[in-house]
């Protein structure tokens, strides 16, 4: 917390986001229910992503398992919350299929001693098609 007032206090462009408040409340007066809920998606997925950020870089993983970890998080949160209570549908989906791909992994972790990074891939190939199998298996 006092790193964030810190920031506010002295690094952060206070124009910039005085600008940014006005244009997302002229927005919000155009169709405030839509741009509310895409703020909020935005805001949710954003902080997921930071969160993954952060725990992949304390695990030391690699940039481009970073990076695929960080994408596969936002976009789970973003879909999630978009969906509202059917979203929590995604996460199941992305849970499961995760596990699954980790579970019959076995290849895969063999692999990595030679392509670094397979098989976090795998293990995100695995969550992906999960919340696919899982949202097509509801409608």
């Known amino acids: 917390a006092q790193q964030l007032d810190e920031w506010l206090r002295r690094g952060c462009p206070q124009l910039a986001l005085a600008v940014a408040a006005i244009v997302a409340g002229v927005f919000c007066l155009w169709d405030g229910l839509r741009v509310w809920q895409a703020l ?12 993954a950020c952060l725990e992949a870089g304390h695990l030391g993983l690699p940039a481009s ?3 695929i970890l960080v994408a596969l998080v936002a976009g789970v949160a973003a879909v999630s ?14 849970a499961l299929g995760g596990f699954g ?3 019959v992994g076995g ?3 063999l692999l990595e001693a030679h392509l670094a990074g397979f098989a976090f891939a795998w293990y995100a190939f695995g ?3 999960g919340s696919a199998l899982i949202g097509a298996w509801r409608r």
């Open 65 to 67: 398992s970073q990076a």
């Open 40 to 51: 909020f998606t935005l805001g949710v997925a954003a902080t997921a992503a930071g969160i």
């Open 101 to 103: 791909a980790y579970a």
């Open 107 to 109: 290849w895969a972790r």
């Open 81 to 94: 919350t978009w969906r509202g209570f059917e979203g929590s549908q995604v996460i199941f989906g992305a």
């Open 127 to 129: 969550a992906t098609a």
